[in-house]
């Protein structure tokens, strides 16, 4: 029998416990995905992928499983699998879902974002600038994940836990656009997230959800544009038009 050929850039995931298996190697692997090392249509050869991360096949395929539930993966009835394509629709879908929960969360944190806050927002934005001229995209990414936490951490804990989902679905989008420009990619966000802790600092509802409905929009729009430029997206736009439109008459009066 033909020897399987091994899965591009995988390593051994050193485990605590064998029982720990599932979860280190699920969170292995779907960060290998998410940051891009696992590419769009990558073959998983299941007999290789085990004998590369040091574990039995049983846990692998339910590990496997978890990623195919998030749609990380996709598995054929052959029991093929391959790491899913970029799905413009779920690109659509996911940012407006962003754009809707994120200016809500952030909504929820104006008033309540001290002193403490504002130094440690600065601290990140600081942190993002140095990583993007350095081309450190591990530390960018871990900043850039602090900060819009930070800047929406008046939400509760089940809306920041699907906040966190979200972001993780949009992280692999991002370094599409990271690649197709790799000289300014970060410049317009920069700009876009200083403007966000501006108006948060100074209590500027309107501004602070604008602005970050269309930092989200625009992300969204310049990847479209790079991998599937003949796609129409309908959801991003709508949500943005949500947060665009003024306050009714009604509710301004109430």
């Known amino acids: ?3 399987a050929a091994q899965v591009p850039d995988i390593r051994k995931v050193e485990l605590p ?5 599932i979860p280190h190697v699920h969170a292995y692997l779907r960060e290998c995905i998410l940051d891009g090392t696992l590419t769009p249509g990558t073959k998983l050869s299941q007999v290789s992928l085990a004998r590369q991360l040091g574990i039995s096949r049983t846990p692998l395929r339910e590990v496997l499983r978890m990623l195919q539930e998030e749609g990380l993966v996709e598995i054929e009835p052959n029991q093929r699998t391959r790491v899913s394509g970029l799905d413009p629709q779920e690109l659509d879908d996911v940012y407006a879902s962003r754009i809707l929960l994120e200016t809500l969360a952030l909504s929820m944190t104006i008033g309540h974002f001290g002193a403490a806050s504002r130094k440690e927002a600065k601290r990140l934005l600081t942190v993002m600038r140095r990583a993007a001229r350095t ?3 591990g530390a960018w990414f871990a900043a850039h994940a602090d900060y819009h936490r930070l800047v929406t951490a008046g ?3 089940v809306l920041q836990r699907q906040l966190r989902v979200f972001a993780d679905r949009t992280t692999r989008y991002i370094r599409i656009y990271q690649l197709s420009d790799p000289g300014s990619w970060q410049a317009a966000g920069d700009v876009e997230h200083a ?4 108006a948060l ?13 269309h930092h989200l929009e625009r992300t969204a729009l310049r990847v479209l544009t790079d991998c599937a430029p003949e796609f129409v997206p309908v959801a991003v736009p ?5 947060i ?9 009066a109430s």
Request: a negative charge; hydrophobic letters at 45%.
């Open 1 to 3: 029998m033909p020897r």
């Open 17 to 21: 416990e064998a029982r720990q298996a």
């Open 135 to 137: 081309g450190d995209f």
């Open 155 to 157: 939400a509760g804990d």
């Open 195 to 198: 403007q966000i802790l501006e």
């Open 201 to 213: 600092i100074a209590g500027d509802e309107r501004g602070a959800l604008t602005r970050m409905a």
């Open 238 to 242: 709508h949500a943005v038009a949500l």
């Open 244 to 252: 665009d439109r003024e306050p009714s008459a009604a509710r301004v």
